[in-house]
């Protein structure tokens, strides 16, 4: 399997927008959870948005809800992050990742588990 990468980090001034993407062939045919992820500086990594590949309602943080919307393009096998109305605490490494199958949303969003990951991708968002 490839390895998962992201593309499509970069700098943007506050309220603007940015579109991530991640090929997920191979890591999205289990009916698992995909999801991105993003780690400040001097922060812990934590979870942004996820999708299950069996169909659900897809699962934002508290913080990016309402601006982010996730993804995934089943033909491409694409995972999609459209990130809108940017603020200056989105500033950091954005990763996607693909649970393995199973693998409960709790325990993906937590970091508890086996997963997939990308090398991550710098957003950086400016006054």
């Known amino acids: 399997q490839a390895p998962l990468v992201e593309l499509g980090g970069g700098s943007v001034q506050v309220g603007g927008s940015l579109t991530l993407s991640c090929e997920v062939s191979g890591y999205d045919n289990n009916r698992n959870w995909l999801g991105w992820f993003r780690q400040a500086p001097g922060k812990e990594r934590e979870g942004v948005a996820f999708?299950?590949?069996?169909?659900?309602?897809?699962n934002y943080d508290s913080s990016v809800k309402g601006r982010f919307t996730i993804s995934h393009d089943t033909a491409k096998r694409i995972l999609y992050l459209q990130m809108n109305n940017l603020k200056l605490d989105d500033t950091a490494i954005y990763f996607c990742?693909?649970?393995?199958?199973?693998?409960?949303?709790?325990?993906?969003?937590?970091?508890?588990?086996?997963?997939?990951w990308g090398q991550g991708t710098q957003v950086t968002v400016s006054a």
């Open positions: 990742a693909a649970a393995s199958r199973g693998l409960p949303l709790g325990r993906f969003q937590n970091r508890n588990g086996a997963a997939t």
């Open positions: 999708i299950y590949t069996g169909g659900s309602m897809p």
